[in-house]
Every structure is written in structure tokens, then in C-alpha cells.
């Protein structure tokens, strides 16, 4: 019976082209407009590291003078980590691993004079880094902890930036003479480019989704050369000049990581967090006694608000718009399926129940949806593509995955579903035999 | 008028109206709410930086790759300003450390007292030199221009924090540090922490927007520090003649790289790009809406169509006998246009409030601020007029049903 119903539906598809027409890109236009948009969203807000995002915590203190502390307001600014902390979180922290990491800013001299200098953006970090982040290699390896310690002039680059330097042949073992110094480079990392890229999200190179590190040298070797932050730089203290005063300083501008074995060692890097700062305070400093914190992937990404409130908006305002969409639907097979009273009427003389004329109109429906559903996917792309063009972020956020695909459907079929239910409901209604009085 | 016949035959069969209806209401809340943002995402871009002539300035940003001594650094910083203004249509160049709405430079808290606790605001920190305010075209509001007696030198690797003693102000930072006055020249205030040394204003500019141009008054709170400061990287501010500032720029970096004495790094960009670049996200959901938006008003069009249509149809034959009765074309028409306006304005009064509704929801949660009333009239009239407009054809034809239908049976 449902095979005999679905070619009833096709064959009703054709019967008011016009009108078929109008229900199916309606429905299109709504799915493809609550998909676009809700694909951005799901990018966006999305798990980045799924495996791994409750086990790596970001730790954060407040390191304010006393004299204007008030428990309410929070420092935007604040969101890193000073130098003295990060070394201590490095040597002595919580987890498995742990790492700091900093944006630089770099170029590379060119042999002649004349040529173009090659600019690199990256960051200082330690060998954990890699492992911990998951990071693959194409060439080489990470640099080892005795480099960290030595501050090894090291470095590894991105897939894209090795090849536009170097090509595709291997470039491990090659050097590379950035800020003065010659560096060798250790290894090129193969496709990694998480988005949102929450590893470094304060950073001074592209935002929250777009970009990449191109260049990553040992954090001991950045700080040696005096290489300058490339991001955010937040002094709450009066300070002295020159880098080791900088290093020394209460200047935040360190993103430290810490990764544990599980997710519930979580107390456990708590209380060495509350205790490191203790005995911080013993020592005079940290004299605003706020709360320690510790994120982990999702909350630090909540917390820097990775997903802006626009996003959300226009989430909001085309699921309204959707639901717009599904009421002209409605209105619309009720025209068609009024059309047809007279139909149902002889159906239902000829002995079909109330339940059939419903599977009937109800599969009708369902056939308008599914037509919606692919259409309003290849408008979803086509939107997508639109979308892409209006900025670098965009255009790291609007990508369709699996999952957005099967909603896609979901919603189209869905909402055929809804808008059907009433016109079918309204057409079991029709009693037989004023209907074949009519006639 | 013949309103009560049109309202009970209304009753008799609601539920195609009432979809309509439904429709017309869901159409303006979000309507309004859009047109609402975009208009107010389109002020934010719109907004004045204060600099005379945007089009034809722009920076040009030069960092030696190799460590100089400050009394080098200088050295250059004189040396690059006197060759940018050797290019032949440059007007005028400007030495500073960053750029209004170009989105990276460095700001500081300010006291208005030294006891003060929180900050009055976190103005944005232009190092200048005389002859900015000139090559941006800035507009002194009050009090003078700085001279060469009033740069302090700076070499950043020996002094902390370098803290000229006069300064010139916007006016919406004089507004943030002194609320009750009008006239700031002269008042006295604090940077960071509000430390020993206070620091004197000697001038107001009527604008000058920060590096973020963030909205509302913050986006427009500066301060202009006299500074000659060894700072590893130089921004020159380049005022071109008109048209040629893109042209300039190319040339202005090239020549910079050509004569520097040890290998440089260069960026340059125009104020156009900054501008674009700062408010593409606005734009973007600006776009987005004002897309949404017709697309919305397309849809309702169609159901209003689509329902007169239906209506029309199931109605052939009463029409046929109105008309044969003598009623004439004129007042089919308006049996069709009234009954239109009936369901319009009730969906109209339902979307007014589900507009409003709406808009508490997105200041609750997204921080939207409060609908003005305006939006709502003229979401309102627009609704009103494409309902007659969308009725109109479907009635019109409805109208031309020829009276000798009435005498046919079905």
C-alpha cells in the first residue's frame, strides 16, 4: 500500500505543477536558510578536540593589585598567564603533560637583498605541545625536552609553509634565519588545523577559526632573542623597562595547557592550583585572593565567547523563519488537498478507513518534503558558498559535516511533516456522503 | 461598508485566513526585529573615525629585522618620514605607533584622580609627534595643537613607562574622566594605576576613533601622547592626493625597503581596507537580514496569493450571482480587498505583539537593545500595503467572473 500512496504522491506532484512548485521552494527557502545558519553555529560551538577536551585544562589566576579589586568585575583582558607561572606550571604543574605557548611574529631573511621577505606567524611553545594537541607530522619530528632546556635553535613549520618556502621535498635539516639567528628546522606538520582553533585563541594571527601557526620554535629560544608577543599583552602592575623586567613582570600574555590522564584527576589539578597560589601569596604576590580557575576545552571556549551573539541571532531569527515557512506550506496543501474532497469522498464510500485517506496524504506530504529536503540542501551550499565570501572566519566556519547533512533531512522531512498535518487531518474529515452528493 | 457579511463569512471557513494571518504576524515580529539590527549594525559602520578625507589615507607599517639602538631608531624614524614625503603625491606624513580601526595597537586605563579606584575609561594610545593632527585632519576643539616643546623622548628598553606631560584628548574621553564639565584643557589625570606623575591636557579633539572602534562611547576614546619613542616598529600615517593613496602606499613601502640601511619588514593598507575589514562581520549579518527579510516578505506575498486564489475559486458561483444580482466589478473587488485587510490587520495586531515578545527575548539573551516604535509602524504599513498589493491581482480576476456562471451548475 505505502509503494501505491508514494506513486499517488509523485503522480499528485504533477497534477498543480505551479502550486507543487511553489510548496517545495518555500520549503527549500526556509531549511536552506535554518541550515545555513545553524551549520555556522555548529562549527563554531563545536568540540574541536572531542577525544580529549574534558582531560586539557587551561589554568587562569588573577594577578590585579589589591587596590582595585572588586569581586564582580573581571579584567577582559586578563585571560593568560604570566611568565614566572607558566615556567612554574612547565616545571612542577599537575597532568601528563603541560605546555605554554606565546604568538611570534617572524621573517625570514632572503638570501639576496633584493627579494621579498618571507613573513611567518606562529608561536613559542614546548616539545608537549604536539602531543598533547594531537599534532601529526608530514616530515621530522617535535623537537626534544633537552632543546626546551637548552632553548635549541629549532623550529618546525606548517604543511603550507614548508611547501611555499621549500616545496614539497623534505625540508628537515635546512635552516631558516629569523630574528637574526639561524634556526634548523626539525619538522613540518602535516594537515592539522582545528576550528575553532582553541589551542591559541588569543592570538595575534587571524582569530577564533581562521589561520593557522606557521611557525613553532621552542618557547626558551623566542624568550633568549627577545622575540616579541604577537597577540594580546595585558600589564595590570606598574612595570620596569627592558625584556627581563618584562619577563618578571605581572604582564599576562602566556597561554598555558595543562593535559591530564582523565578528566576526573580535575580536583586533584585544583587543589595544586590552589596550593601553588598559597604559597605564591606567602611570597607576597597574587594579593587579590580571587578565585583559581580551570577550563576545559568547551568552558574556555565559552568563556572567551568563541560563539558571538550574532551567530546566535541569526540562528534564532531563520528558525522563525523556517516556521514561517512551514504555516505557507500549510496553507498551501490545504488549498491542494481541498481540491480534492471529492476523491476522498469516493475513496472513503468505496470502504477505506479514516487511517488510510491520513497514510495517503500524510506520504503525499512527506514526497513534498523530501523534494524540499534536496533542494533546500542545494540551496544550503549554495548559501554556504555565498556565506564563505563575506570574511576568512566565515569561510572557516561555513562548512557542511555528516551530521549538519542528516539534519538537513531531518528538518526538511520534518517540516513537511508538521506543515501536512493539519490539511490531512482536515482532509479525513471529509464525510462520503455529502461529498458524493455533491457530485 | 459591507464588513459584517465579509467578517461572519470569514468565521464560517477560519482556518485558511487564520494561516494567513499567522503568517502576516510571524513576517513582522521577525521583520521589524531584522530591519531593527541591520539599521543599527549600519550605524556602527557608518560612524565617523574623525580623520578629514578617509579615502585618500593611509599607513605604511616598517620593522628592521635586526635590533637598532634607540639613538639609530630615531635616526630612522626621521630618515623614513623624509623619504615618504619625497613621493611624488604624498601630502603629508605622520609618524605614530598605530592607526585608528585598524584593530591592533595599545590602550591604558585612566584615572581622573589618583584615589579613584576603577578606571574612567581605557582610552586608546596614539605616540604622535606635531603634524599629526594636520595629516589626519583631526578637528581641535579646544585648547592648542602640541608643539616639538612638548614630545618627550623615550627609549623603551631604559624608561618604564613614558608619560609626556600634556596631552591632547577626544572629546568623549574629556566626557569619560571629567562628567560634569564641558571644557577639559588644563584638568589634569592619570595613567594606570594612577601613579605619582599626573598628566596635563592641553588640547580636545572633536574625534578619533580607538584601534577597535568599538561601539558606543568607548570606540571614540583616544589620546594623543607627544612621543619620540624607539618602539622596534614605525607606522607612518600617509595623506595622498585624492585618488592616489592605494598607488602611494605600494611605492611607499617599496622605496622604505630599497633604502633601509638593514633588512626591513612592510605592511602597508589604506584606511578603505581597515574600515572593511573592521566592520565585515557587520556587514555580513547586515546582509544576512536585509536577505532573510525579503525573502520573508516573498513567502507571505505567495501565501496571501495563494489563499485569495483559493478563496476565489471556492467562491465562483456566489460571485457569478452577486455580479448577476448587479453587484458591479468595483465591489467584488473590494469584497476580496476588505476580507484581505480583515485577516491582514489581525495578523498585523498579533505580530505587533509577537514582535515585541521577540525583542525581549533578544535583549534577554542576546543583548539586543529595545525595539523603537517606529520599526513596528513601518513593518506595519509595508505588511498592509503588500497585502493589498498581493490581493489585488487574484481579486481583480475574481471581479471579471462573468455574471452568466451563476445561471451553470457546477
Request: proline fraction near 5%; aromatic fraction near 8%.
Amino acid at each position: 500500500m505505502f509503494r501505491y500512496y508514494l506513486l499517488l504522491g509523485l503522480r499528485s506532484l504533477r497534477r498543480n505543477p505551479a502550486l507543487t512548485a511553489l510548496m517545495v521552494v518555500t520549503l527549500a527557502i526556509g531549511v536552506a536558510a535554518s541550515v545555513s545558519t545553524l551549520t555556522i553555529l555548529h562549527v563554531m560551538s563545536g568540540d574541536p578536540v572531542p577525544s580529549k577536551s574534558r582531560r586539557l585544562l587551561v589554568p587562569l589566576l588573577d594577578v590585579g593589585p589589591r587596590a582595585n579589586y572588586s569581586p564582580d568585575r573581571r579584567d577582559p583582558y586578563m585571560t593568560q598567564s604570566t611568565y614566572p607561572d607558566a615556567m612554574n606550571y612547565l616545571r612542577s604543574g599537575p597532568g601528563v603533560r603541560r605546555t605554554a605557548l606565546y604568538g611570534v611574529m617572524a621573517s625570514i631573511e632572503p638570501a639576496r637583498r633584493e627579494d621579498p621577505l618571507i613573513d611567518l606567524s606562529g608561536i613559542a611553545t614546548t616539545t608537549d605541545y604536539f602531543p598533547m594537541f594531537d599534532v601529526p607530522f608530514r616530515f621530522g619530528s617535535a623537537w626534544s625536552a633537552a632543546d626546551d632546556e637548552r632553548g635549541a635553535r629549532v623550529a618546525v613549520l606548517s604543511k603550507r609553509k614548508a611547501e611555499a618556502i621549500f616545496g614539497s621535498k623534505d625540508p628537515v635539516g635546512q635552516r631558516i634565519r629569523i630574528w637574526d639567528t639561524d634556526f634548523t628546522i626539525v619538522g613540518v606538520v602535516g594537515d592539522w588545523n582545528p576550528v575553532p582553533r582553541y589551542t591559541n585563541l588569543i592570538n595575534g594571527s587571524g582569530g577564533y577559526f581562521e589561520g593557522e601557526e606557521q611557525l613553532m620554535v621552542p618557547l626558551k629560544a623566542a624568550t633568549d632573542l627577545a622575540a616579541e608577543p604577537n597577540g594580546n599583552v595585558s600589564c595590570s602592575h606598574e612595570s620596569a623597562a627592558g625584556w627581563a623586567a618584562f619577563l618578571a613582570s605581572e604582564c599576562t600574555w602566556i597561554q598555558a595547557w595543562w593535559e591530564l590522564a582523565s578528566a576526573s584527576d580535575r580536583p586533584a589539578a585544583q587543589a595544586w592550583l590552589d596550593a601553588y597560589v598559597a604559597q605564591q601569596q606567602r611570597g607576597g604576590r597574587l594579593e587579590r585572593h580571587a578565585p583559581n580557575e580551570l577550563f576545559d576545552v568547551m568552558q574556555w571556549m565559552d568563556f572567551l565567547k568563541v560563539v558571538k551573539p550574532d551567530s546566535k541571532l541569526a540562528v534564532w531569527l531563520s528558525i522563525g523563519f523556517l516556521v514561517l515557512c512551514i504555516v505557507n506550506t500549510m496553507g498551501l496543501l490545504l488549498a491542494k488537498f481541498s481540491t480534492r474532497a471529492a476523491e476522498v469522498g469516493v475513496r472513503r464510500a468505496l470502504g477505506a478507513g479514516r487511517g488510510a485517506i491520513f497514510r495517503q496524504f500524510l506520504v503525499e506530504t512527506t514526497v513534498v518534503g523530501l523534494a524540499g529536503g534536496l533542494l533546500g540542501l542545494a540551496l544550503s551550499f549554495a548559501s554556504l558558498a555565498l556565506i564563505r565570501q563575506q570574511s576568512k572566519d566565515l569561510s572557516a566556519v561555513a562548512h557542511m559535516d555528516w551530521e549538519m547533512l542528516a539534519t538537513t533531512f531531518a528538518i526538511a522531512v520534518l517540516a513537511s511533516i508538521v506543515a501536512g498535518l493539519l490539511p490531512t487531518w482536515r482532509a479525513c474529515q471529509v464525510t462520503p456522503a455529502l461529498q458524493l452528493k455533491s457530485q | 461598508m459591507e464588513i459584517r457579511p465579509i467578517f461572519s463569512a470569514l468565521m464560517k471557513s477560519r482556518t485558511g485566513p487564520l494561516l494567513v494571518a499567522v503568517q502576516v504576524a510571524i513576517s513582522l515580529a521577525i521583520l521589524a526585529n531584522a530591519l531593527f539590527i541591520v539599521q543599527q549594525r549600519i550605524a556602527v559602520s557608518e560612524r565617523p573615525s574623525g580623520v578629514a578625507a578617509e579615502r585618500d589615507v593611509g599607513h605604511v607599517y616598517v620593522r628592521p629585522l635586526r635590533k637598532l639602538s634607540h639613538p639609530e631608531v630615531l635616526a630612522e624614524q626621521r630618515r623614513e618620514a623624509a623619504v615618504l614625503r619625497g613621493l611624488a603625491g604624498v601630502k603629508a606624513v605622520a609618524w605614530t605607533n598605530q592607526m585608528p580601526l585598524s584593530r591592533s595597537g595599545s590602550s591604558s586605563s585612566v584615572r581622573a584622580t589618583a584615589e579613584q579606584v576603577h578606571e574612567s575609561a581605557q582610552p586608546s594610545q596614539y605616540f604622535v609627534q606635531p603634524g599629526f593632527i594636520q595629516a589626519l585632519g583631526l578637528r581641535l576643539v579646544e585648547g592648542r595643537d602640541m608643539t616639538e616643546a612638548d614630545v618627550m623622548e623615550s627609549d623603551p628598553e631604559k624608561d618604564a613607562e613614558a608619560i609626556p606631560p600634556g596631552v591632547i584628548v577626544t572629546e568623549s574621553l574629556g566626557r569619560a574622566l571629567f562628567p560634569n564639565e564641558s571644557r577639559f584643557v588644563g584638568r589634569t589625570f592619570y595613567f594606570g594605576l594612577g601613579g605619582e606623575q599626573a598628566t596635563r591636557i592641553i588640547g580636545v579633539i572633536e574625534r578619533l576613533q580607538t584601534t577597535g572602534a568599538q561601539p558606543g562611547e568607548a570606540g571614540e576614546q583616544s589620546v594623543l601622547e607627544p612621543l619620540r619613542i624607539s618602539q622596534p616598529g614605525s607606522h607612518f600615517a600617509i595623506r595622498a592626493e585624492p585618488g592616489q593613496i592605494d598607488r602611494v602606499l605600494q611605492e611607499a613601502a617599496e622605496t622604505l625597503r630599497k633604502t633601509a640601511p638593514v633588512p626591513v619588514r612592510t605592511f602597508t593598507r589604506s584606511m578603505e581596507v581597515d574600515r572593511t575589514n573592521r566592520y565585515r562581520n557587520e556587514k555580513a549579518l547586515a546582509w544576512m537580514l536585509i536577505a532573510v527579510s525579503a525573502l520573508l516578505l516573498l513567502v507571505t506575498v505567495s501565501g496571501i496569493v495563494g489563499m485569495t486564489m483559493l478563496r476565489v475559486a471556492q467562491r465562483r458561483k456566489q460571485i457569478g450571482v452577486r455580479r448577476a444580482l448587479g453587484a458591479r466589478w468595483r465591489d467584488i473587488l473590494r469584497y476580496f480587498v476588505t476580507e484581505n485587510l480583515i485577516i491582514t490587520t489581525g495578523g498585523i495586531a498579533a505580530g505587533l505583539l509577537l514582535a515585541l515578545g521577540l525583542n525581549r527575548l533578544l535583549i534577554a539573551y542576546l543583548g539586543v537593545p529595545r525595539l523603537p516604535l517606529e520599526y513596528l509602524a513601518v513593518g506595519a504599513v509595508a505588511l498592509w500595503m503588500l497585502g493589498v498589493a498581493a490581493v489585488y491581482g487574484p481579486a481583480a480576476r475574481a471581479a471579471g467572473i462573468s455574471p452568466a456562471i451563476a445561471t451553470r451548475t457546477a
